[in-house]
């Protein structure tokens, strides 16, 4: 039952990748340079405990591999009409550190919907799925069941999840 919901999950967000294709493309451009050992350095602003992921989710969309926990600070570029087919989720882009677009999928079923404008600052929680487009950020909620890691939005001093 869990791969059946798994792959509806998967289908769901390749099409949020497809509708999203005509939303900018900031996919493919502006790479965090690879340190000497091969792995991504993390830009990090010195003022900050907050971790940025950034440089992960651009190897991760190089190498089209998916279900990566990430934690990234972000601004607001779009917001996007909630996506109403299954679980009803708030639908926004953000951009990142390295200058990626990423689509969050936010699901308001389980989480309160996002108080948002563009160009707000916020910082994200959540899991990493490959596309096409850049990628979608989902699973920014907590997990009634238990069973995967609860994600979260912060947004204005107050986290959403």
Sequence with gaps: MRSKLRLILVLVLAGLGYLAKDLGDGAGR????????????????PRSNARDDAGQVAQAFREQRSDLQVELPARVIKLLEDDRDGSRH??????????????????????????????????????????????VLHWTHVDPAGRHADGWIRHGGKLYQ
């Design 30 to 45: 502006q790479d965090t340079p690879a340190t000497p050992s091969g792995a991504l350095e993390t830009p990090r602003d």
């Design 90 to 135: 708030q639908r926004f882009l953000v951009r990142l550190s390295n200058g990626r677009t990423l689509l969050v999928a936010h699901n308001i079923d389980l989480a309160a919907r996002v108080p948002l404008s563009v160009d707000d600052s916020l910082e994200l929680f959540g899991e990493y799925e490959w596309n096409e487009r850049g990628g």
